[in-house]
């Protein structure tokens, strides 16, 4: 199978303030979850893989220290949201005529098939979405050189889907991948699926209540 030549660019800058603890760090199959989608991103064989950290720097930086070739980019501005953490990609990347795959770390479910379907898509001079219902849409995405330019228009927490949606996109459906890991019941629900492992969901936990009984006295 001839992989077209593409850059990925995976985000693990958040703080998982509703969690109040690192979703990048739960396991999945005994690694943690940046770790794990990092592996799956490296079959397709990418010219470039991003890894951009922001809130737990060292914890990922850690993670993933098995990956030499991946870039490990630090967003000081983290906590501005989203959009600081693509604009730092776009700009480590530089000028490049590679479609790009943007991954998150907490699409559990997230296969190397996944990412190949995005890539093989054609024609290749679109964005790609992926479709999880009639009405929704995201990421994992591949977006062309010239999208990935627009970084400079967003704000906050706007990531790239304001942009694909303002215009005409393709999509790949894989309902499978609407679940992620913003509300402590999605975490619950993976594990209950055998999706997520327990080894580090206790601690992790407890040491997160610890962190709320000590701020709330």
Not at 43 to 56: E, H, M, S, V, W
Not at 151 to 162: E, I, P, R, V
């Amino acid at each position: 199978m001839n992989i077209p030549p593409h850059n990925i660019i995976l985000l693990a800058a958040g703080e998982s303030k509703r969690l109040g603890y690192p979703k990048q760090l739960l396991t999945s199959q005994g690694r943690p979850l940046v770790e794990h989608i990092a592996r799956i991103a490296f079959q397709t064989q990418p010219n470039r893989l991003l890894i951009i950290t922001g809130a737990y720097k060292e914890r990922i930086e850690e993670a993933v220290k098995n990956f030499p070739t991946a870039e490990i980019i630090y967003n000081p501005a983290w906590k501005t949201g989203l959009s600081s953490s693509l604009q730092c990609a776009a700009q480590s990347l530089g000028t490049t005529n590679l479609p790009t795959l943007i991954l998150t770390t907490d699409q559990f479910r997230l296969t190397k098939q996944h990412l190949l379907n995005l890539l093989l898509f054609h024609p290749q001079n679109c964005n790609v979405m992926t479709e999880y219902s009639s009405n929704l849409s995201g990421i994992p995405a591949r977006i062309t050189p010239a999208t990935l330019t627009q970084t400079h228009t967003l704000n906050g927490d706007q990531g790239f889907k304001k942009i694909l949606q303002s215009s005409h996109n393709e999509t790949i459906r894989a309902p499978e991948l609407l679940h992620d890991l913003d509300r402590p019941e999605d975490v619950k629900m993976a594990i209950q699926a055998g999706w997520l492992d327990t080894s580090n969901y206790h601690a992790m936990e407890s040491a997160s209540f610890v962190r709320k009984h000590l701020l709330s006295e």
